[in-house]
Each structure stands twice: as structure tokens, then as C-alpha cells.
């Protein structure tokens, strides 16, 4: 493993300022100035992006990936996340696995990617720009931007920065994602010219066709100096993912007696003790395993337009806007066997009790858990029986509207030979509005819980006696109402000045300020009815509302010999709260605002020397950010709690500030060894901070479980020391070998963690919230082989492949509470690696890419559940093809998960503790091109 002091970063900075004979020449065009570091990796068809590729990478002092459109509209997938994951050390967040519905902060979930991880790191270290400029988001209550918002076929270039400079935008420990649009003037031909698409989506679990329109047309003048650009895209798409979900394992410790017990008035228990009881008392079993369905249309629109003026190879004007909408309508249905709550079977002998009471009637208290028959393996319940647990069907619509608005201006000016000027003016606004109205029914029945023996991921999980299917066999028990709208703003303005210079010692230096003020808010609406309380009667039956059919037939049918519940009743949340329901009110505790002002400057010296006659170029720099926090929300004082659901809170607004700044160096050199081997170097200090929703003093809980969440304005940031090697072999002009390796030493990060703590006067049994820690360390590898066999004979001339793997490792301190254990990073995989083969010759191509991620860890503590979470390892195939009918046309096939995987998580270290098992499907694209 590498090792470095921390003040190695500034040893290295001063050594290379210090000394070395400098012999370069740089190109004084503006255009030039700024565009001179880029590796494509797709540009005009896979065979020449390569070629492309190798010749620009030669020429940079920068290690960076870069995924580029093959044509005016065609982006190489679906999806721009899709793409990313192929270039080494990325991997792609799939966020969905929450039971509380996917839009709570996922759309895309795993039918694409919706987030970039660089380098094992969690997406929030990842800053992602567009031309440049911080993006705002509205899709996300974090820091991060959302790509699934973003129609690819708007996207020109998507740039992934492993190491930074000074005049680079702070934010990213993991590295830089910078999305470029197209400009006009880049039209090869002057006057018009554009493309559009026209594609067909057949989602497999779904069963649903639907359209995805794009267009973009592009004008340049006759003299090239002015050109105009406007795209349009247009999508609609229904999706359906089926999944097994489970809270987790729990135990409330040893010789509390909360494990599992089977209780002889119960029922008569063959090889019981001589009162006919077992006791597992340090066991762990599952609370409320459930199955749920996902069901939505979504709506995607884009239009971006730029207006470019050049007047002279000195001066280039550019106006460029983007807006995109996003909507989604959902239905989310879940049916949980909550085995720790019990009542009677019999719905004619229930009382308000047996609904509004969690605890059941009788049984004095949640825990333990009580069970007729039980088998326990390695301290894990694996098989019980449980009578007159409670079941509770929930129904959930939610709707969601995102919109993405970026403005900006750019001004590049070379007024002489020796400087070049940069103006840049950005504002971008997100925006979302979330509406959710469910309805819960409640039932007893007795259930039979088997993991001994899962089909594909899918325990049993099914009740006797009792007909779920029956309504009479349930009652309303409450409905859900809330809102929540979010708005985040960024306007940034940013000057940056380039120096030519005539010495022996550096070619020009740099040097830049830029200031940005964000600001994020989050509104939050709840209205929530519940029976006997606001008029409505304590017992209610489901005849009081209406009933809805359950979507589909053939629930979780990639599991098809797994004894599951497939169908239940479900009720009509609409109906519901229009009949029974309560004006909402706004939700002081869970709403917040958070403000930063960011002052930046910057100074960099570009370099280009010879070592033993070897060709060496580089920068060096430091950038130094200040940054001004105000968060504001309210805190609970008093919390009123009549029963379990139902409660009042009085609350007090909070407004807490900080401020802090950073000093950042960073050193980067490009050596060319030979002809055909070059030697890269980086080091840099770089620094992320904690989300804006991260440092909100807010609190939301759960009456009926004692459980909350909780933001932290007392988060600091917290920086990495960073350092980049890298040897690469271009043995032709196709073909390159090359090998990574990289280090970072993290202090102060943050990560989310549970604990019992006193709040208004409650003893919670778990708050949620984030932390800051003591330190990681990370390291890994990469390795990288790509190449053509034009060398084979016809046909076999149209083959080549592009391979690649990364190797992350990393020692993690999670700080107070995790003393003794050894985790890895969150959202860390151990060994990732990427397959891609493809045959391009004449009007025919294809390409299959295969993706494997290892599992990682995904959090080490879950709520007040016992042990930390992963993800389990994950593979995708997917095939992209086209044929080119003429010069205009051409036909286009595409698949994605093409063997059908399905995504698992699980708990405590041990796979066969399953917390969810997912099923998306296929998706298969079926289009024309056309181009003019």
C-alpha cells in the first residue's frame, strides 16, 4: 500500500517550483486555452473515438475520463450514468430499496443509475457541473445532482476528473464530473444540420411500450463566427420493479429476554421445557419482512439552446440555457407481517385498541416476539410460525414533479498574445414537488416466516387460516397525507486570467476568483387521519371506501416456487382522504433552510521541462475557498403523544452559523518516458462538504416505533489528501495498456449513525443522524487495456474489446459506537470491473457490455436494528447495435440487463439475512435515426 504524509502535498508543490529546465511551447488561441486536457472515449463510432482517445491522452498532464456523444444527439447508452460505469473506477449509485416508495429520493432506482460514484467514494463526494457551473437540484434533499434529470441526447461531453488543479471547482474528494453541452460553431457544416430519433421502449416487467422523441437542429452562419443551437427531447415510460423487503434483524440484547419466545398459552409445543415454553432470548428475528410492488409513469422533456458569437479567433461569446422536466406518478404497495404487534383474527371483535394501539390488546408490549414453533440457526430466527400477527396493507400514490432550470454566459478573450481572459456568469434553480396520500388496512392472521430455503431471493412468507384477498377480512386503520416541496438556487460569477510566458521556467501562470451563493429549502406538509379521532369512527370498515384491484397477476413471479403472498386488498387512498380526511399543515420540524457563500481564489503555474532528456509538463497551485453556512429550522420542544400515530408537537425555530476555510494545493506532472510510455503524477488537498440537507436542524420520527431522524449543523467539513499514479503504453494507434494506482487519507467524514438519545423530553430508542468521524484510509488500483483487431482478416478486421478493472481497498474509523470493528468505506466495492466487445465494419455495429461491482457496505448501523447493511454483488449485461440503412439513416436495437439480474441487500454480514431482493426486468429499445 502507498503511504504519505500530509506534508508530502506541499513538499511536492515546493519542489517543483523550485527547479528543472523548462522547454515548451503552448498555443496562444483562446479556443485552445481551455480545452487542451481531454480523453474521449466515444466521439464519431467506437473504432475512431479510440484512436481519438489514445492521441488527445498523450498530449495531457491530467488524468481524467471522458464520455463523449458518437454523433449530434446519440449518446453510447440509454443513460449517462450507464455509460460512466464503464470507464475505470466509476461506479453508479442505484438507489432504490426504500419501503416508504421510490420517489422518496429515487426515480431511476436500478433501472439505470441515477448518481456517479468515483472511486468507491458515496456520491456526495463526487462534484458534478454543468459547463463548468454548480448545478442546483431540486430531485435530491442532499448535495448531489441527479443525472437521470438530464436527457442524454442534449449532452455533448461528459468529463470525469480523477485529480484536480487549482482553477478546478472545489466540492469533489472522489473527483469532478463536468457535463458539456453542444455548441454551434462545432457543426461541421455551415447553415443547417441536426438529428432526431425516434424510439420504441418495451419495459419486459411492465409490459409496456412507450415513446422516447428527440430532435436537434443546429445552424452556423455562412463566415462561422455565429451559430445557434436548440434540442428538444421528449420521453414517456412506465416502469414496474417487484421486491422483498425486510427492516432487519433484531436483538435488544443479551438477558433482556426481547429475542424470541414461544409461549405455551399460545399454543402446545412438542419438546418444550416442562412448561411447554422455549426461550431464545439472545436471538435475532425479523421485524415486518414485507413484499411490495412499484408501479409508475414517468414523463421526461428537455430543450437547451445556445447561442455561440465568435467574431475573431480572439474573442468567443456564449449564451447557453437548459431546462428539463421530470415527472413521475407512483403507486408504491406494500403488505407487512408485523410480527411484534397482535390482536384478535376476528375483525367483529376488534376495538379501537386493536388498531390504534400498535402494542395489540393483551399481550403487554411489543417485544418479545412470540411464536408457536421456532428455528433458530447461528442466533438467526429462520423459520416460526406467529398467530394473530398483524398484517397491514398499504397503499400509496405519490406524485412528483422535478424541474431543472441552468443559465449561463461565457466570455473567452485573448485581446494580445499574451493573456487570455475568462467571464463566466452561471444560475441554475431545481425545483420538486412531492404530493403522497396513502391508506393503511389492517388485519390479523396467523403467518408462517421460512429463510431456510429462498427462491431466487424470495423467502416464504404466507398466513393461514385467513383469506387476505377477503375485505371483509380487514379494517381502515389510517391514511397519510403529507407534501414537500424543494428549492435550491446557485448563481456563481467567476473570472480567470492566463499569462504566457517567455522563460526557461514556466510556460504561463493562471489565477482566478470565484464567488457562489446556494441556498436550499425544504417546506414540508403533513395531514395524517386516523380512526376515532377527527370524526372518523373508531372502527371503520373497508365497505366505507373504495377498493382497488391489485395491478398484477404474476407478483414477484422470478420466484415462482417461493410460498409468498402475491395479492392482497388494497384501498383508494384518493377516495380515503377526500371522505375522512385532515387539512394539511405545514411541518415546521421537518422543514429547514440552508444558505452557503463560497469565495474562492486561485493561483496556477503551468510547466514543461526536460528530466534526463525527458519531456516533462505539469501544473502547480493552490486555491484557497471560504465558506459561510446559516441553517435554519425548528426543533421540537414538547412532544404530545396521545396514542401510537397521533400526536402534537410544539416547536421553536433554530438558526445556526459557521464559517471555515480551506487551503488547497495540488501538483500535477506528465512524463514521457518513450515514444510510447507516458508517467503521470498527481497530489492535491481536497475538501467536500457535508450536504446542505446534512446540516439542517430538523428532527422527523415515529411515534410507534420511538425512532427519529435528525440533520447536524455542527458538521465540519472534511478533507483528503490525495495522491495519483499512473503508467500508460500506447503500443499503436488503437491500443493502450495502462495502470493506476491511488491513495486518499480522509479526516472528518461523515456518515450516518443511530444512538438512543433524550429529545422534548422522549427517550428515543434510535435517532438517525449524521456524524462526523475520525478518519479513512483508501487505496486501490486500476488497470485499463483497450485495442482494435483490424490486423485479423475479413470480416474478423471490424472486432475490438475495451477491458478494465479497479481494485479499492480502505480502513475505515466510524468513530464512537463502532470500537473493535472493522468496516470498509460506505458505498466502497472491493473489485470492479467492466467487459466490453464490439464488431463495427460497413453500415453494421455491434457492442456488448458487461458491468460487475462487488458488494460494499452500505451503512453500519440501520435504524435500531441490529448490524450493519450491504449491498450484495451486482452484474448487468447489455447489448447496443444499429445499422446504417444510408447516409442519413439508421436503424438502432438496444438492451439493457440483458440476463435479467436482480439487486440484493442484506444484514449483519451474512447473505442470508435478506433486507431486500429486487426485480426490475428487461428494457429493450427499438429506434430510427435520422440526420440532415
Known amino acids: 500500500m502507498m503511504k504519505f504524509t500530509r506534508s508530502q502535498i506541499a513538499l511536492s508543490v515546493a519542489l517543483s517550483l523550485m527547479g528543472s529546465t523548462v522547454a515548451a511551447e503552448e498555443n496562444t488561441q ?42 449530434m444527439g446519440k449518446f453510447p447508452d440509454e443513460n449517462v450514468a450507464q455509460s460512466l460505469q464503464r ?67 442534449l449532452i455533448g461531453q461528459l ?69 445557434v443551437l436548440v434540442g428538444v427531447t421528449y420521453s414517456e415510460r412506465q416502469t414496474r420493479e417487484d421486491e422483498y423487503f425486510s427492516w432487519g434483524n433484531v436483538n435488544f440484547g443479551p438477558g433482556t429476554g426481547d429475542g424470541v419466545e414461544i409461549r405455551p398459552d399460545l399454543a402446545t409445543v412438542p419438546g418444550g421445557t416442562d412448561d411447554g415454553s422455549i426461550d431464545y432470548p439472545n436471538s435475532l428475528y425479523p421485524i415486518e419482512p ?20 465568435q467574431p475573431s479567433d480572439e474573442l468567443n461569446i456564449t449564451f447557453d440555457g437548459l431546462y428539463a422536466t421530470f415527472d413521475v406518478d407512483e403507486t408504491a404497495l406494500q403488505l407487512p407481517a408485523r410480527f411484534q404487534f397482535r390482536g384478535p383474527q376476528d375483525p367483529s371483535q376488534w376495538v379501537a385498541a386493536d388498531i390504534n394501539d400498535p402494542n395489540g390488546r393483551g399481550v403487554g408490549g411489543i417485544f418479545p416476539f412470540l411464536v408457536t414453533e421456532a428455528v433458530v440457526e447461528n442466533d438467526n430466527l429462520v423459520y416460526a410460525v406467529a398467530p394473530q400477527t398483524q398484517f397491514r396493507s398499504v397503499s400509496e400514490l405519490t406524485k412528483l414533479e422535478s424541474d431543472t432550470l441552468a443559465l449561463g454566459t461565457h466570455v473567452n478573450w485573448a485581446p494580445n498574445e499574451d493573456w487570455v481572459l475568462d467571464f463566466d456568469i452561471g444560475y441554475s434553480k431545481g425545483e420538486q414537488t412531492r404530493d403522497l396520500k396513502s391508506v393503511l388496512l389492517q388485519a390479523f392472521a396467523d403467518v408462517v416466516y421460512d429463510a431456510r430455503n429462498p427462491d431466487n431471493g424470495i423467502p416464504d412468507l404466507y398466513v393461514t387460516g385467513t383469506d387476505l384477498n377477503d375485505p371483509d377480512n380487514y379494517r381502515v386503520a389510517f391514511g397519510n397525507s403529507n407534501a414537500r416541496d424543494v428549492k435550491d438556487t446557485s448563481l456563481s460569477f467567476a473570472f480567470d486570467a492566463k499569462y504566457f510566458l517567455d522563460n526557461d521556467y514556466f510556460t504561463s501562470l493562471e489565477a482566478g ?95 514543461a521541462f526536460d528530466v534526463a532528456d525527458i519531456p516533462v509538463k505539469g501544473n502547480v497551485g493552490v486555491r484557497a475557498v471560504k465558506t459561510d453556512v446559516e441553517a435554519t429550522g425548528a426543533l421540537p420542544v414538547e412532544i404530545i403523544i396521545r396514542s401510537a400515530g397521533d400526536y402534537d408537537v410544539v416547536g421553536e425555530t433554530s438558526s445556526t452559523s459557521s464559517n471555515y476555510t480551506n487551503v488547497l494545493p495540488s501538483l500535477s506532472l506528465n512524463a514521457e518516458l518513450t515514444d510510447e510510455v507516458y508517467l503521470r503524477f498527481g497530489a492535491s488537498k481536497t475538501v467536500t462538504r457535508p450536504t446542505l440537507s446534512q446540516l439542517s436542524p430538523r428532527f422527523t420520527f415515529s411515534t410507534t416505533t420511538l425512532t427519529g431522524s435528525a440533520g447536524n449543523p455542527a458538521l465540519e467539513p472534511f478533507e483528503s489528501d490525495s495522491f495519483d499514479l499512473s503508467l500508460e503504453w500506447y503500443f499503436n494507434d488503437t491500443g493502450l495498456l495502462s495502470g493506476a494506482l491511488f491513495q486518499k487519507e480522509i479526516d472528518g467524514f461523515v456518515f450516518n449513525s443511530s444512538a438512543p438519545e433524550t429529545i422534548a423530553g422522549i427517550d428515543w430508542a434510535s435517532v438517525d443522524r449524521p456524524r462526523n468521524a475520525a478518519s479513512a484510509t483508501i487505496s486501490g488500483a486500476e488497470l485499463s487495456f483497450q485495442t482494435t483487431f483490424d490486423f485479423l482478416p475479413a470480416p474478423f478486421d471490424g472486432l475490438g474489446m475495451l477491458a478494465n478493472y479497479t481494485y479499492t481497498d480502505s480502513d475505515t474509523n466510524f468513530g464512537d459506537g463502532f470500537e473493535g470493528q472493522t468496516f470498509s468505506y460506505t458505498g466502497l466495492s472491493k473489485n470492479v470491473y467492466n467487459l466490453v466487445g464490439y464488431y463495427e465494419k460497413g453500415p453494421a455495429s455491434v457492442r456488448l457490455s458487461y458491468n460487475y461491482r462487488e458488494k460494499y457496505l452500505l451503512e453500519p448501523s440501520f435504524g435500531f436494528f441490529a448490524g450493519p447493511r450491504h449491498v450484495n454483488d451486482y452484474q448487468q449485461l447489455d447489448l447496443s447495435s444499429s445499422y446504417k440503412i444510408n447516409d442519413n439513416y439508421s436503424l438502432t436495437f438496444n438492451v439493457t440487463n440483458l440476463t435479467n439480474e436482480r439487486f440484493d441487500r442484506y444484514f449483519n454480514n451474512d447473505e442470508s439475512i435478506i433486507a431486500t431482493t429486487n426485480f426490475t426486468g428487461r428494457q429493450y ?7 440532415f
Not at 461506479?91 to 456517479?116: A, E, K, M
Open 87 to 153: 470507464v475505470p473506477g466509476i461506479s453508479i449509485d442505484r438507489p432504490r430499496g426504500s419501503p416508504n416508495g421510490g420517489t422518496n429520493g429515487s426515480t431511476d432506482g436500478r433501472l439505470g443509475g441515477q448518481y456517479v460514484q468515483i472511486r468507491g467514494l458515496p456520491v456526495d463526494f463526487t462534484q458534478v457541473t454543468l459547463n463548468g457551473r454548480s448545478l442546483s437540484s431540486g430531485r435530491s434533499i442532499g448535495r448531489q445532482f441527479s443525472l437521470d434529470v438530464l436527457p442524454s441526447e
Open 925 to 931: 429499445y427499438v429506434g430510427i435515426r435520422g440526420t
Open 513 to 607: 476568483v470565484r464567488y457562489t451563493q446556494r441556498a436550499k429549502e425544504i417546506k414540508a406538509y403533513v395531514g395524517n387521519s386516523f380512526t376515532g379521532a377527527n370524526g372518523v369512527p373508531a372502527v371503520l370498515p373497508t365497505s366505507a371506501i373504495n377498493l382497488l384491484d391489485f395491478p398484477v397477476d404474476d407478483f414477484l413471479g422470478e420466484a415462482p416456487d417461493a410460498n409468498v403472498i402475491r395479492s392482497f386488498v388494497i384501498g383508494d387512498p384518493t377516495d380515503f382522504h377526500n371522505k375522512y380526511g385532515v387539512e394539511r399543515q405545514f411541518d415546521s420540524i421537518s422543514s429547514f433552510k440552508v444558505e452557503e457563500d463560497i469565495a474562492a481564489a486561485y493561483i496556477k503555474a503551468n510547466m
Open 30 to 71: 483562446a479556443q485552445d486555452a481551455k480545452n487542451d486536457d481531454i480523453e474521449v472515449i466515444a466521439v464519431s463510432g467506437v473504432r475512431l473515438s479510440l484512436k481519438e482517445a489514445i492521441a488527445t491522452k498523450r498530449g495531457s498532464d491530467k488524468i481524467l475520463d471522458s464520455i463523449a456523444a458518437e454523433d
Open 159 to 227: 468529463d470525469v476528473y480523477k485529480t484536480v488543479s487549482a482553477d478546478q471547482l472545489e466540492g469533489g474528494i472522489g473527483g469532478n464530473a463536468d457535463i458539456k453541452t453542444r455548441k454551434p460553431l462545432d457543426a461541421d457544416e455551415v447553415g443547417f444540420s441536426g438529428a432526431w430519433s425516434a424510439e420504441g421502449v418495451y419495459s419486459e416487467l411492465a409490459d409496456s411500450t412507450d415513446p422516447r422523441l428527440s430532435g436537434i437542429v443546429n445552424w452556423k452562419s455562412d463566415d462561422e463566427k455565429f451559430g
Open 290 to 309: 414485507l413484499t411490495q410492488y412499484y408501479g409508475d409513469e414517468r414523463t421526461r422533456t428537455g430543450l437547451n439552446a445556445v447561442i455561440e458569437f
